[in-house]
T-cell receptor, first 109, second 113 residues
Framework: RKEVEQDPGPFNVPEGATVAFNCTYS??????FFWYRQDCRKEPKLLMS???SGNEDGRFTAQLNRASQYISLLIRDSKLSDSATYLC??????????FGAGTTVTVRA | ETGVTQTPRHLVMGMTNKKSLKCEQH?????MYWYKQSAKKPLELMFV???????ENNSVPSRFSPECPNSSHLFLHLHTLQPEDSALYLC????????????FGPGTRLTVL
């Protein structure tokens, strides 16, 4: 089983819609989780950190379910600029980050 | 944003060439990383340096050779690569080895012919 698994998508949504997707992880000892955003042919950039049960930043909400070992990301009122690949990342206890392959979101006008 | 810079941004090389990728971080961080990102695959950690000492060599073939002359600079020397080595090579840095947030450079897109 992969350490971090994501639905690759793509999720195609109209502007203004809400889109949500999950990431599952296998290492129950993981303490820190992150969502990174990666635009086409660009580097990953930190979007949100998720340390406890969840985090909210504007239109973005991340939730952590330790019992079921998944993290979700919800984007409200989608903008065209939200089109990107969203990487689920967990911080392992050996100081390494484990990355999912990403979920692609396309917001259309 | 110029926190972490990488050069060149694009590189095309033959299998017999020798080239080097350069990374520089301007954030005062103590840890630096090389990752490989192939299409539709997760980032793969290649090397980790902390205070100029290599602390991780993640079963990377010897045709990739890292060098960290100081805490701000990181190189990846390439020689006799294979076409399957074509990928985006990303450099990252973090405040320290146990800092959980890493900052990435723009990457070098490498094509091996």
């Amino acid at each position: 089983r992969k350490e971090v698994e994501q639905d690759p998508g793509p999720f195609n949504v109209p502007e203004g819609a809400t889109v949500a997707f999950n990431c599952t992880y296998s290492n129950s000892a993981s303490q820190s989780f992150f969502w990174y955003r990666q635009d086409c042919r660009k580097e990953p950039k930190l979007l949100m950190s998720v340390y406890s049960s969840g985090n909210e930043d504007g239109r973005f909400t991340a939730q952590l379910n330790r019992a079921s070992q998944y993290i979700s990301l919800l984007i409200r009122d989608s903008k065209l600029s939200d089109s990107a690949t969203y990487l689920c990342v967990l911080y392992r206890d050996d100081y390494k980050l484990s990355f999912g392959a990403g979920t692609t979101v396309t917001v259309r006008a | 944003e110029t926190g972490v810079t990488q050069t060149p941004r694009h590189l095309v090389m033959g299998m017999t060439n020798k080239k080097s990728l350069k990374c520089e971080q301007h954030l005062g961080h103590n840890a630096m990383y090389w990752y490989k990102q192939s299409a539709k695959k997760p980032l793969e950690l290649m090397f980790v340096y902390s205070l100029e000492e290599r602390v991780e060599n993640n079963s990377v073939p010897s045709r990739f050779s890292p060098e960290c002359p100081n805490s701000s600079h990181l190189f990846l020397h390439l020689h006799t690569l294979q076409p399957e080595d074509s990928a985006l090579y990303l450099c990252a840095s973090s405040r320290g080895l146990h800092a959980d947030t890493q900052y990435f450079g723009p990457g070098t897109r490498l094509t091996v012919l």
